[in-house]
């Protein structure tokens, strides 16, 4: 209707209103169940959902024609709020099939914004104080979406500069009302077809230890202790005394992400040092601290022109409890080829002991390409990876896949998988080339 | 857009000496009422612990207010008159959305009222009656309930005549009211840490009701 330009068009009428009522329409039944007193995080989902429909109608009446097919392209590709809990899913395991995994590099926990009043309000809630009251200067406005949550600049009264996260409020109670009905009788199955008990446990311990920010600061803690060797890293310092549950106070973290820093055109060397670095956090966090910072989504990450990295963001980290480093020293020396035993040992690493051999075995070649892209086999072989090649990615990317499309794949390895193909998205954009073989050795030794 | 209805937040009288002193011995009685009150609990306080506390003779303190529903009903008109002068003063929330506005407004209310929940607590439940002075049909709150429609009718109207919301009259003040009430109830009964549930209830019905009234109701 709208795209001839009238301006007064009917609401509800055709087009764009008409097209999204099925969105709206199921985002505002759930935002009716998150309307109980108690809240649900599908309701506040839902209510993300038509809000943004609302700033869309807000833009549409704005810019009338001209924006009307983005728009509505934007509205086809919105997703139901069932949907997103269903990739959330996913993420923590491995419930979900193929089409929440295209997404799993880059999804987060999402909660509505707050207005400067509530951001202050929670606060205070939580910490007995007003922001004024606890800082030099509290910037009103957030300056970064947080999983849960949104991140304040402030500058304490020692004149310390330091980011604040700040928790939507009640958003623990809303997770644990939306997993009480996670486990009633009908609904698992209606969301995903696949949620047994163990696996809605496993998404309950993740989400809930994800709302507490206690347990983020003891994250943050671990990480400095276990990395302090690492003198290109810099992580956020907390301030206990101005932390709690629901807020975060820590040292502002300097630096661009992946897309700014790209933008001053690095150079190749500079590409290559941070590849390298980020390789040989990921080996160390993998062998060593046997934990591993586990949301690589993009913005996580902040790079300095000189090759510092930052990393931030420590609600999501995974405790390791398969050997990682058998199953790397194995693919390494393509231990498989040696024999129906070894082969079948590699594969209990990849699958749990649960799966036959005879089926397990089907992954074999799958395991052969994509130890041939990242440790180049023979004398003559470059052992750089070259991860801006798009055709490096995407074996890469394949096979992983395919490994986590497999519902009978271990969750452990299925989790390193996930991170890993982060990892792997990050260096492709930075065009990073990396001795992986080289970085693997060194951490091998040292563990 | 600044109504005919605005007032000052007193009605005007003569300003002399004598009543300033009324108003400061008013103010003397109330704090000390509301110190014990949250000390000792709204029932355990007597008018004699309260008139010694604010340095006035037991029977001059009932000159100023007989009962202590008198007290709680001076208290509240405090409070408003605070909330509208801290709403007319502050330029930001002033230019601040509805939804922001409206969750302002009811957070300070609460926010100043946690001191005293207890307090607050009996009083709402002697509310109830309808034969008390306190009840929102009794004539002795009228002044003060008119005072509170006005002002919200008044940012009710601001909002429309910026084309945020279509304009909802009276309606609309009557309504945000109601939900103040139920609101205030709702925190009452709160045992959340930092009465979180009900920031995360107020945030998220007032958001839910500025979008119906701006589509004109809920599409269910």
Redesign the interface.
């Known amino acids: 209707m709208f795209e001839t330009g009238c301006p007064c068009y009917p609401?509800?009428g055709l087009g764009l209103v008409k097209k999204s009522?099925g969105a709206?329409?199921r985002g505002?039944?759930l935002?009716?169940l998150?309307?109980s007193?108690?809240?649900s995080y599908l309701?506040?989902q839902a209510?993300n959902i038509?809000?943004s429909e609302?700033k869309r109608d807000q833009r549409r009446r704005r810019f009338q024609t001209q924006s009307s097919r983005r728009v509505r392209e934007e509205l086809g590709s919105m997703k139901g709020a069932v949907m997103k809990l269903g990739q959330l899913l996913s993420q923590q395991t491995h419930a979900l099939p193929e089409a929440a995994i295209s997404e799993l590099a880059n999804l987060q926990m999402h909660a509505?914004g707050?207005?400067?009043?509530?951001a202050r309000?929670?606060f205070?809630?939580?910490l007995?104080l007003a922001p004024e009251d606890a800082f030099r200067t509290f910037e009103?406005e957030p300056f970064a979406a947080a999983s849960l949550g949104q991140v304040h600049r402030a500058v304490t009264r020692e004149g310390k500069k330091v980011a604040v996260k700040i928790q939507?409020?009640?958003?623990r109670?809303?997770i644990e009302n939306d997993l009480k009905l996670l486990r009633s009788a009908t609904f698992p199955a209606r969301l995903t077809g696949y949620a047994p008990a163990d696996i809605i446990d496993e998404i309950q311990r993740g989400f809930l230890e994800e709302t507490d920010y206690l347990q983020e600061g003891r994250n943050i803690e671990l990480f400095a202790r276990e990395l302090k060797g690492f003198d290109f890293l810099t992580l956020p310092k907390v301030h206990w005394d101005l932390t709690s549950?629901?807020v975060l106070t820590m040292s502002f973290v300097e630096g661009e992400i992946i897309s700014r820093f790209l933008e001053r055109h690095p150079s190749q060397a500079l590409r290559d040092l941070i590849g390298t670095r980020m390789v040989e956090l990921y080996y160390t966090q993998v062998h060593e601290l046997r934990a591993l910072h586990a949301d690589h989504h993009p913005g996580n990450y902040l790079f300095q022109p000189d090759g510092w990295i930052g990393l931030i963001d420590f609600g999501c980290v995974k405790r390791i409890n398969f050997d990682a480093s058998s199953l790397i020293r194995s693919c390494v020396g393509r231990t498989w080829r040696q024999g129906d035993k070894e082969a079948a040992r590699v594969l209990r690493l990849v699958f749990g002991p649960r799966i036959p051999y005879a089926r397990a075995r089907k992954m074999l070649p799958t395991l052969e390409v994509m130890t041939s892209v990242l440790y180049p086999e023979g004398k003559d072989a470059d052992p750089l990876v070259d991860f801006g090649k798009a055709q490096s990615l995407k074996v890469l990317a394949k096979t992983l896949k395919q490994a986590l499309r497999d519902k009978v794949t271990n969750p452990e390895f299925a989790f390193i998988s996930r991170a890993e193909l982060g990892l792997f998205s990050l260096l492709h954009q930075l065009n990073a080339r990396v001795n992986v073989r080289e970085i693997w050795r060194r951490c091998d030794r040292g563990s | 857009m600044r109504s005919k209805h605005q007032k000052p937040t007193r009605p005007t009288r003569p300003r002399g000496k004598r009543h300033e002193n009324k108003e400061r011995n008013r103010q003397a009685i109330l704090k000390a009422a509301l110190d014990l009150f949250a000390e000792k609990g709204f029932c355990q306080t007597t008018t004699r612990a309260i008139s010694r506390k604010a340095k006035i003779a037991e029977g001059t303190l009932f000159n100023y207010f007989q009962t202590k529903e008198d007290l709680a009903l001076y208290f509240f008109e405090q409070e408003l008159a605070q909330i509208i002068a801290w709403y007319q003063r502050d330029k930001?929330?002033r230019n601040?959305?509805l939804?922001?506005k409206l969750?302002?407004i009811i957070?300070r209310l609460l926010?100043r009222l946690a001191p005293y929940e207890e307090f607050i607590g009996a009083v709402y439940l002697r509310a109830l009656q309808p034969a008390s002075r306190l009840s929102p049909l009794s004539l002795s709150t009228q002044e003060q309930n008119l005072r509170y429609l006005r002002f919200v009718r008044e940012i009710l109207a601001e909002a429309a005549a910026e084309g945020e919301i279509p304009d909802t009259g009276d309606l609309g003040a009557y309504g945000f009211a109601l939900f103040h009430l139920a609101v205030i109830t709702?925190w009452l009964q709160d045992r959340?840490?930092?009465?979180?549930?009900t920031?995360?209830?107020l945030?998220?019905?007032l958001?839910?009701a500025a979008?119906a009234i701006?589509?004109?109701g809920?599409?269910?």
Not at chain 2, 192 to 197: C, L
């Open positions: 609401e509800g009522s709206l329409h505002l039944r935002g009716k998150g309307l007193l108690t809240g309701g506040y209510q038509f809000l609302e509505p707050m207005h400067p009043t509530l309000a929670q205070k809630s939580s007995g009103e939507y409020p009640a958003i109670t809303a549950e629901r | 930001r929330i601040a959305g939804p922001e969750f302002a957070h926010d709702y959340s840490g930092g009465k979180e549930d920031l995360a209830l945030d998220r019905c958001k839910l979008h701006r589509k004109g809920w599409d269910w």
